[in-house]
């Protein structure tokens, strides 16, 4: 199975919004709604950030959001802060039931 | 709340078996609604997906990994295992246990994560 494709890096200032995308098939992204997002500082263990494709577990505040068109994903970050500066990563289960990431995107807040 | 922590060697050498165990605390590994995973990640790249374990025993494996992978769960302590044969140093890596949302979502605990090398 093959990473889902995402960008290196994405950059912008604070207070901007970015969005990072995450770029799969029919066989993952494209087929099921359950794609997830992480945030990873280094060092550290990853954090979820989004489940289903949309949804927000308890605690991540509403400056980030999930969507999805076809076989790509899409995380947004509104009204950038400085504590968002980290590297990200998608993840989505597959038709053979297991699970691929995405190569990771480094998120610099300029 | 739910914590879980891995536990195994930091050092491993080339053509051993990689043994590592996680253990769950603050809740029951039994819990049907999740599953038991681990996941690695080699220095400076991405996250990679080794597997995954229900309480009842089924397992699921990454293709690429699935020859040399073997996951147990262990009810009675509360621990899942994994065992990485014939390692070489591209198994080196930071490897972590979480738990998974049923059989298809979100890995919503993490580990600390242990860091594991393979040299001689």
């Known amino acids: 199975q093959s990473a889902l494709t995402q960008p290196a890096s994405v950059s912008g200032s604070p207070g901007q919004s970015i969005t990072i995308s995450c770029t799969g098939t029919s066989s993952d992204v494209g087929g099921y709604n359950y794609v997830s997002w992480y945030q990873q500082h280094p060092g550290k263990a990853p954090k979820l950030m989004i489940y289903?494709?949309?949804n927000r577990p308890s605690g991540v505040p509403d400056r980030f959001s999930g969507s999805k068109s076809g076989n790509t994903a899409s995380l947004t970050i509104s009204g950038l802060q400085a504590e968002d500066e980290a590297d990200y990563y998608c993840?989505?289960?597959?038709?053979?039931?297991?699970?691929?990431f995405g190569t990771g995107t480094k998120v610099t807040v300029l | 709340q739910v914590q879980l922590q891995e536990s195994g060697p930091g050092l491993v050498k080339p053509s051993q078996t990689l043994s590592l165990t996680c253990t769950v605390s603050g809740g029951s590994i039994s819990s049907g609604d999740y599953y038991w995973s681990w996941i690695r990640q080699p220095p400076g790249k991405g996250l990679e997906w080794i597997g995954y374990i229900y309480y009842s025993g089924s397992t699921y494996y990454n293709p690429s990994l699935k020859s040399r992978v073997t996951i147990s769960v262990d009810t009675s302590k509360n621990q899942f295992s994994l065992k990485l044969s014939s390692v070489t140093a591209a198994d080196t890596a930071v490897y972590y246990c979480?738990?998974?949302?049923?059989?298809?979502?979100?890995?919503?605990?993490w580990g600390q994560g242990t860091m594991v090398t393979v040299s001689s």
């Open positions: 979480a738990r998974v949302v049923g059989p298809y979502d979100a890995f919503d605990i």
């Open positions: 993840s989505s289960y597959t038709s053979s039931s297991t699970y691929v």
């Open positions: 289903e494709v949309s």
